[in-house]
């Protein structure tokens, strides 16, 4: 067997170049497609699959066609846009498909050459992107499980394969692997065409990462055996919520890593997002040939006459994900009790067990302590609820203020799985410190936050106790900005009214548990 390119997908003099991933793992067969007919079988055929590497090959699909229809006078435009539209018809869950397309059809009006220069470097960023996300997803694992090797499960083919590098989660198998971290991996056989079982086990075999393949219907067993540390799975559109589409069986997963208390890690591009979608309903599933079920090996295998419901993908609910991650971002949806639990602490009690302390610290200032309220067992997890109905999958981080802000900060973080990072008064903080000085009722003060606590581009929320002036969440806003973050929003158990603390955020997104004249 001679070994594969590190790319599955390259443009050759006219030609789109991919592995015939029908044929792996028995024989190593290059596609040479000459024109978008090929490319769409391709496809069509999962002779080129993966929602990057389709998204790569449309892209090349349209370059393909305008060389094609190149003349005298120029581009056929009408034609071009009319193959375009043919190569986004030929999978319809993959929103890196469209995405692609779309994109590298913005150089038409440049010429052929324009085209396949966009269409080419897309091929480019998508290494670059890949080894970003990849990094980030291992950093991940690695803050979630235990410090020894790893058992890992995976489903469907998410390598380089699918890509047009290293892969998504896939490539951060490979990527823990090398940094020791991998003790096993279990592949799940993955319908349709047994993707898991062809490809990912051949990649894996070819990096010599130890790995043994997994019955779909065995994985939930192997949880509950105490065989898997964590899952990492791709995704083939991700809508705004965070409810994933992955190849079908993902959601089974993920209902049982949730039982089980297992990390859920979804690693792909972020043009793998749909933001036009608020949630999975509107993803559309593509279903499968009955064959693919009713036949093995081209022999038939069921009752002649017997139908099949064979979809090739389904939706994972953003609340069984642990975490999404990007080549930007780590994005953390929602996690843990469903929304009909969470009603959390209503505005009346929250005011009864306020106490107020008339001329401190300063005369002519009431302080209001909120003691007696976190002393209420399990009042604290409502007001963490509460918040997390306002905000759930909306953040990836919590930012808590000195030092009253820690409590909220830190059951909100504990509800929802989200890192937390703590914002110091001065002189607290080791190394190199962003700063931000703020004002006060009764005078200014001071915070601080480590200059590598917080990842640029990551949606910070800030939490505190009691907004008064506004001068603490605003000191804690420029914290994030000044570390390249954006600010989610901003929430807090108590609203002082009057202060002038609201109109001093208006800005930001803002949510007081409970508000009280000040």
Known sequence: ??????????????????????????????????????????????????????????????????????????????????????????????????????????????????????????????????????????????????????????????????????????????????????????????????????????????????????????????????????????ADRIAANGDTANKIGTYGLAVAAARHGIPFVVVAPESTWDSSLADGSGIVIEERAAAEVTHLADRLCAPSDARAYNPAFDVTPAELITAIVTERRVFRPRRGVPRQLTAGVPDDRIEGLLEEFPDYPEPGVVFRDLSALYAQPGLLAGLAARVDEEFGGAYDRVLAVESRGFVLGAALAARTGTPLTLARKPGKLPGPVHSADYSLEYGTDRLELRKSAIAPGERVLCVDDVLATGGTLAAAAQLVRDSGAEVAGMAVVLELAGLGGRDRLSSHRLAALCEVPA
């Open 1 to 234: 067997m001679t070994t594969a390119t590190a790319t599955s997908l390259s443009w050759d003099e006219g030609a789109v170049v991919t592995i015939d991933q029908r044929a792996l793992p028995h024989e190593i067969r290059e596609l040479r497609l000459t024109d978008v007919d090929a490319v769409i079988a391709a496809i069509e055929s999962l002779a080129v699959r993966g929602a990057p590497a389709i998204g790569l090959a449309g892209a090349l699909g349209v370059a393909l066609s305008a060389r094609l229809h190149s003349g005298p006078d120029g581009v056929d435009r009408a034609a071009v846009h009319a193959d375009a539209e043919r190569l986004i018809a030929a999978r319809p869950t993959a929103v890196n498909l469209e995405w692609a397309v779309r994109r590298t059809l913005t150089r038409l009006d440049e010429g052929a050459q324009a085209v396949l220069a966009e269409a080419t470097a897309m091929l480019a960023e998508d290494a670059t992107l890949n080894g970003a996300a990849v990094e980030r997803a291992a950093d991940l694992v690695d803050s979630l499980t235990p410090d020894r090797p790893l058992r890992l499960l995976t489903h469907c083919n998410t390598g380089r394969l699918a890509t047009g590098a290293v892969g998504t989660a896939l490539g951060t198998i490979l990527h823990l692997a090398g940094r020791g971290r991998v003790r096993e991996v279990l592949v799940d056989e993955t319908r349709p065409l047994l993707q898991g079982a062809r490809l990912t086990a051949w990649e894996l075999g070819e990096a010599g990462v130890p790995y043994r393949l997994c019955v779909d219907s065995a994985a939930a067993g192997a949880m509950a055996h105490g065989l898997v540390d964590c899952v990492l799975v791709g």
